[in-house]
Structure formats: structure tokens, C-alpha cells
């Protein structure tokens, strides 16, 4: 089943009076399960990409189809209401709520979603404990290393049990260990929960770890060869 999928999509933006072509007739398809990781140089259109099949953004033209909804035909709030219940979103900066606990930041999407019950409470005790940090429930933000709150994003962006999970170069402010950490993470929560994975990286290395590689030039996405390991 077809999880993602953009079909034509152009996305322009305007600098002054120069236009600036970054999606130029995309393409993309994107099984359920599957785990991509997105290449591309700095500006190739990576985190714009993210943005149409999040709903963040919409396309000039073209569709963008996940979990079966052109998603580009939708207005802002059925946007933010689709991605609330289908899609979680990891950053490269943490992007946790500084005067939120760990464990209230864990909670935010499902109490934005309506949902906080105890079922939710107990799904964030059993994540915070998956991602090592049970007993830092109640530190705040700053309190944590960069990899220990970004290991509380990648649960906050699990923790509604999303379809799919959209990462914008997770590791890409972490050290080599804390990296490890959060990608053994990613690779934990995705088999255990058959999530479907698009992941920007610019580590070559870390592609390897997706069944998929694709690479973002001149507004197209082309597949590349994954290296065996
Ligand atoms: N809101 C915006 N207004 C104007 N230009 C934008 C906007 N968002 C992105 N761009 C431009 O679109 C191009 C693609 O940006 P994007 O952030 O998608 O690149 P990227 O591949 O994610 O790069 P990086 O690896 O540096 O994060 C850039 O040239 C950027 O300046
Ligand atoms: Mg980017």
C-alpha cells in the first residue's frame, strides 16, 4: 500500500522579483513500512519536501497523497487535524517546549489531539522508559543533553502512533554516540510499530540504515543504489 506519494508537485518561491524553482515536477512514492532516507545539498528543497507531505505547506501544483488524502486540496485546519493524527515529526534542533517537563512535552500531541487519558499516560511511561529516561519525567528541556532530548522528540513524535514519521536531520546536531542512540531508536520504534519512515539526512552512513535511499537535485528525487552492509 501506498503510503506517500507526490505526483507533479512544483513548489516556487519568490525572492524579491526572482523566482526560485525548489520542487519541479516531484515525484515520489513511498510504500507502508518503508524507511527513506533523503539526500540532497544544502537548499536542494529537503525540508520543503518534508513540509508538503507533513501539510506544513502546500504545493503550487501537483498532489501530495498520504494516507490517502491529497492532503494539497485541504485547508489549514483539516491540515493541522491530519497532521495531528497521522503524522510525527523529529527535528534537528530538539524543538521541545522549554517550560513543558520532559513528560508533559511528551504528552502535548495527544492532549492536542483530545486524547489524554490514562492509556496515553501509560504509552508515555512505557516510551520515556524505551527511550532510557524514565526517571527524567519531570526535568525540563535544559536540563537534558542534546541526544537525551532528542530521544524525548523522537518518543513525542511516536507517542500518537502516527502512519508516518517525518525526520529533518535528527542526528545532525548530535555526536557520534548520542547519534547512534537516536537512529537505534528510530530503527526500534519503526519495526515495533511498522511506521513508515522519510528521513532527511546528509550522512551517507546513515542512509545505509534505510531500505531506501533518495536523493533531491534539480527538484527531482532520484533513487539511489543502497550500499549493502
Ligand atoms: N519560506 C521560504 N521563502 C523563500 N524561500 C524559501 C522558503 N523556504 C525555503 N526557501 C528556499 O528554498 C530552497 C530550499 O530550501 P530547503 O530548506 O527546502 O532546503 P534543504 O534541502 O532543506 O537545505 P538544508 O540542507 O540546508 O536544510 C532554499 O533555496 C531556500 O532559500
Ligand atoms: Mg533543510
Redesign the pocket.
Known amino acids: 500500500m501506498s503510503m506517500i506519494r507526490l505526483r507533479g508537485v512544483h513548489k516556487t518561491f519568490l525572492e524579491g522579483n526572482r523566482r526560485h524553482v525548489v520542487l519541479d515536477g516531484t515525484n515520489l512514492e513511498i510504500e507502508a513500512g518503508q524507511t527513506v532516507a533523503l539526500l540532497g545539498r544544502s537548499g536542494s528543497g529537503?525540508?520543503t519536501l518534508l513540509n508538503m507531505v507533513s501539510g506544513i505547506d502546500v504545493p503550487d501544483a501537483g498532489e501530495v497523497i498520504v494516507c490517502n488524502e491529497n492532503i494539497a486540496c485541504l485547508g489549514e485546519s483539516a491540515r493541522t487535524l491530519f497532521r495531528r493524527h497521522h503524522v510525527g515529526f523529529v527535528f534537528q534542533f530538539f524543538n521541545l517546549i522549554p517550560t513543558l517537563t520532559v513528560l508533559e512535552n511528551l504528552l502535548l500531541p495527544v492532549e492536542l489531539a483530545g486524547k489524554l487519558n490514562n492509556v496515553a499516560r501509560e504509552r508515555a511511561a512505557d516510551l520515556l522508559a524505551r527511550v532510557g529516561l524514565a526517571d527524567r519525567a519531570a526535568s525540563y528541556p535544559e536540563q537534558l543533553s542534546g541526544g537525551e532530548q532528542q530521544r524525548v522528540a523522537v518518543a513525542r513524535a511516536v507517542i500518537h502512533r502516527p502512519s508516518v514519521l517525518l525526520a529533518?536531520e535528527p542526528t545532525g546536531n548530535l555526536d557520534e554516540a548520542a547519534s547512534s542512540a537516536v537512529l537505534d531508536l528510530f530503527a526500534e520504534l519503526v519495526s515495533a510499530s511498522d511506521v513508515t519512515l522519510l528521513m532527511?539526512t546528509h550522512s551517507r552512513e546513515i542512509a545505509g540504515r534505510c531500505s531506501r535511499v533518495l536523493e533531491l537535485r534539480d527538484g527531482v528525487a532520484h533513487e539511489l543504489q543502497v550500499q549493502g552492509t
Open positions: 529537503k525540508s529533518d532527511v
